[in-house]
């Protein structure tokens, strides 16, 4: 059968706020990510016990989730999620209600434990999440051996599959098209899965970490970037942190996916009969619980420098004034002598970030939902030094990552 011709892109007209907002009220959302909104636990009783989760996506989703009561497909991370989605299948649960008022539904996807292994601590962890945000010590690695190749079908592949299987299944029961909202580095290939079964469903994926140049992801095989590229080309809509993100993602598919039509000027990429938009979308931060006295007053002492000595000093942020000048002096390019050392642990492997005159360890350029993969035992990476006195982004070269752990 003939492919259709792709549709001119551009010529539909933008909608109003108020018509989007109505489109969307009208229609079941639906979020997959890796890790879900709650974690179960098994008590003694046979009874379960939950817990909200608090990871970067999960915080980022769950503010435009609310009042929506979603559907959310998220991996049986514990035992205790296992035993509750077990149980689910037993009762015939097509959705696990949770919260009173119910605050969102829950389907797991629940992959062996290998399966999952290899999908999120080999291939999502450390080998995307590692590249996307330029820390891999490129003459040496990554190294991709049979193991890699078997981690990538069995795990990544695989787990993706099961992700869109759910997604289907959830979008089965509901008496409308949903909307459905596919999250970050670990579902890359679920968008082009789901759209290989249901050619009209609407499908969002949102990147909350960096998408390097097309020359980086050299470093995996054409056939993993290939994956990648085209599995996104299977989402209506594919955002951004930045522009400069949803640009290099453009130059990416320009570059591996044959035939891929990129349209510059809309942001658009046309591709095996459709069109995707690639768009930016900023997440802020949780204003209201950043706001919080407690927790301002704990980090103020945490964060608190003083701007003579340089060195840290709890009691400098007991006033408005001090931590004033606190901000104002970590903010600048040059503190004086100040000299401090920072440590970035992930599994076995230790970087040290030496802060000197001149330099600044924040960044401003990139922005990134998700904190460091907690497992990368088996991953080097090198810092990239610049010259003292640079006003650069991150003493880290390109980009910086998530928040380091101390």
């Not at 005159?357 to 991953?379: D, I, K, L, M």
Request: hydrophobic share 35%.
């Amino acid at each position: 059968m003939a492919e259709r011709p792709a549709e001119p892109v551009g010529t539909q007209p933008e909608r109003t706020p108020d018509e989007i907002d109505a489109f969307l009220a009208e229609r079941t959302l639906i979020v997959a990510s890796n890790r879900g909104p709650v974690t179960f636990s098994a008590e003694d009783d046979g009874t379960f016990s939950a817990r909200k989760g608090s990871g970067g996506v999960v915080t980022a989703v769950s503010a435009i989730a609310r009042e929506r009561e979603p559907i959310w497909i998220a991996a049986a991370m514990t035992e205790g999620d296992r035993a509750r989605a077990e149980m689910a299948q037993r009762r015939g649960e097509g959705l696990i209600e949770f919260g009173d008022p119910s605050e969102f539904r829950l389907r797991f996807v629940v992959p062996s434990a290998e399966s999952y292994h290899q999908y999120y601590n080999v291939i999502s962890n450390p080998l995307l999440w590692f590249l996307q945000h330029y820390l891999w010590d490129t003459p040496r690695t990554p190294d991709i051996t049979a193991e890699t190749w078997e981690a990538w079908h069995d795990g990544y592949v695989a787990v993706n599959r099961l992700f869109a299987d759910e997604v289907l299944a959830a979008c089965d029961q509901c008496t409308d098209q949903p909307i459905v909202m596919l999250q970050d580095y670990q579902l890359y290939l679920c968008g082009g899965f789901i759209r290989e079964r249901d050619p009209d469903a609407i499908l969002q994926h949102f990147v909350h970490i960096p998408w390097p140049d097309p020359d980086y992801w050299r470093l995996l095989p054409l056939a993993m970037r290939r994956a990648i590229c085209e599995g996104m080309l299977g989402n209506d809509v594919v955002g951004f942190q930045t522009p400069e993100h949803a640009r290099s993602f453009m130059y990416t598919c320009e570059a591996y996916v044959p035939g891929a039509s990129i349209d510059y000027v809309n942001q658009a990429i046309s591709w095996n009969g459709r069109v995707t938009e690639v768009r930016s979308y900023p997440i802020s931060i949780d204003t209201e619980a950043v706001r919080a006295p407690p927790t301002a007053r704990r980090r103020g002492r945490t964060i608190a420098t003083s701007p003579t000595t340089g060195t840290s000093s709890p009691s400098s942020a007991s006033t408005g004034r001090s931590r004033a000048r606190t901000s104002s002096a970590a903010s600048s390019p040059s503190i004086g002598s100040w000299r401090r050392t920072r440590s970035f642990r992930a599994g076995s492997t230790s970087w040290r970030l030496r802060c000197r005159r001149g330099w600044t360890s924040t960044s401003t350029r990139t922005t990134s939902t998700t904190s460091a993969p907690p497992s990368a035992a088996s991953t080097r990476a090198t810092p990239t030094s610049r010259p003292a006195g640079s006003r650069s982004t991150s003493s880290w070269g390109r980009t910086t990552p998530a928040p380091w752990r101390r």
